[in-house]
């Protein structure tokens, strides 16, 4: 089993550009907004 690098959370960084260069934690949720505005219900 290879080993998983662990990524940073992007706390207090306010640029996606920093978030790339950093190497840090993005997960886009840009599909559960959608969801949520236009069905009326909770995801998670």
Avoid: A
């Avoid at 207090?12 to 934690?25: A, H, K, M, R, W």
């Amino acid at each position: 089993m290879e080993s998983m690098e662990l990524k940073r959370l992007p706390v207090g960084i306010q640029t996606f550009s920093e978030v790339i260069n950093l190497n840090c934690l993005y997960v886009d949720k840009t599909q559960y907004i959608h969801k949520t505005l236009y069905t009326h219900k909770h995801y998670s």
